[in-house]
């Protein structure tokens, strides 16, 4: 009983805490044996159990890293909002901040995207089922988060077409 009260404290404090977010379930406890506790977090498929790359770039690459991975920007320009410099890629816009990686942002144009080492069409409903079930839905898009990072993929309001995809650190944004 100790086990699933601390399972269930532990699910509470976790970034995927709320009303359904965990599950616990006790097997059947045998004589002499402790309980055992299983916590499930819907929407976070066993392949995708963290965000590491976005098309290639890493949020822990610094600038040198980016221009040695992707080579020479097809275009530079500043973002004063963000403060930072974008280096524009034919797959990605690379948003740079004090030197390391803020933000990938990813066009439809693209018509896919490397998350990790898998590619997947650029379509909502491929990515919603990819991803799993989004830890947040907000009105411009839903927001899929492994650890500190999140892959945002924002939507049109009015029809629900997908608009871009970035991916970037939860506290960032």
Known sequence: MMLIQLMMLAALLSPFSGADAVQTAALPPTAGKAVQAVARFPGQPSHMTQFITLNGISLDDREEDVLHKKGKPLQVTKDWLLRSTEYHYADAVVGIRDGYVDYVHVDPEAMRVKINDRWLPLNRGTL??????????????????????AIKVYTDQANGELQFVEFFAENSQ
């Open 128 to 149: 919603a089922q990819e991803l799993g079930g989004a830890q947040f839905a907000a009105e411009d898009g839903d927001v899929y988060i492994r650890g500190h990072k």
